[in-house]
């Protein structure tokens, strides 16, 4: 003999089974949603990945090969300037050695007559004497230099009459 109590006990026990079972199933279904979800994800990042991979890494791999091209190209171009630059410096350096030097020779040059323009009246008349007095010895070297040449053309002259003379000399003697 069951009593009433004891049924309804047993039916709220059932009852409260199935409404722990309703939800756990009810749990489990969330879960399933959730885990659908997560799975959905999981897909859309695999596919992207397998697109990245099939067709992204190409392009990818090509923008890369692009850009190591296009840096490749710029330090040629560095270089060439760098090099361009380097020798026209060169240039310009030795162009300006050169104006220097033209122009510390021009003012050494310059440097006597400003002198001479700021010396009295006397010292620059010695000075002009001076180098006249120089130019002068220039033309009695170059005379001097002739008359020893003209010199030396007689003594050889004289040597070879001399040289003659000693032998049809010899040649009377002989005879």
């Known amino acids: 003999?069951?009593?009433?109590?004891?049924?309804?006990?047993?039916?709220?026990?059932?009852?409260?089974?199935?409404?722990?079972?309703?939800?756990?199933l009810k749990d489990l279904h969330s879960q399933i949603e959730e885990m659908d979800?997560?799975?959905?994800?999981?897909q859309a990042e695999r596919d992207y990945w397998l697109e990245y991979k099939n067709v992204g890494s190409k392009a990818q791999a090509e923008k890369i090969m692009n850009l190591e091209k296009d840096i490749k190209e710029v330090k040629d171009d560095l270089h060439?300037?760098?090099?361009?630059?380097?020798?026209?410096?060169?240039?310009?350096?030795?162009?300006?050695?050169?104006?220097v030097e033209r122009h510390m020779k021009f003012?050494?040059?310059q440097a006597p007559e400003n002198a001479v323009?700021?010396?009295?009246?006397?010292s620059?008349?010695?000075i002009e004497e001076n180098e006249w007095l120089k130019e002068e010895v220039?033309?009695?070297?170059?005379?001097?230099?002739?008359?020893?040449?003209?010199?030396?053309?007689?003594e050889e002259e004289?040597?070879?009459?001399v040289t003659k003379l000693i032998d049809s000399r010899l040649q009377n003697l002989r005879v």
């Open 37 to 42: 979800q997560r799975l959905s994800v999981k």
């Open 107 to 109: 003012c050494k040059e």
């Open 117 to 122: 323009r700021y010396l009295e009246k006397n």
């Open 1 to 24: 003999a069951v009593s009433r109590d004891d049924v309804e006990e047993s039916l709220k026990a059932m009852w409260q089974y199935v409404k722990d079972k309703e939800q756990l």
């Open 124 to 126: 620059r008349r010695e």
């Open 80 to 99: 060439r300037a760098t090099e361009y630059y380097r020798n026209a410096l060169k240039a310009v350096k030795e162009e300006n050695d050169r104006m």
């Open 138 to 154: 220039k033309v009695y070297q170059k005379e001097v230099s002739d008359l020893k040449a003209s010199i030396q053309l007689l």
């Open 158 to 161: 004289n040597i070879s009459l």
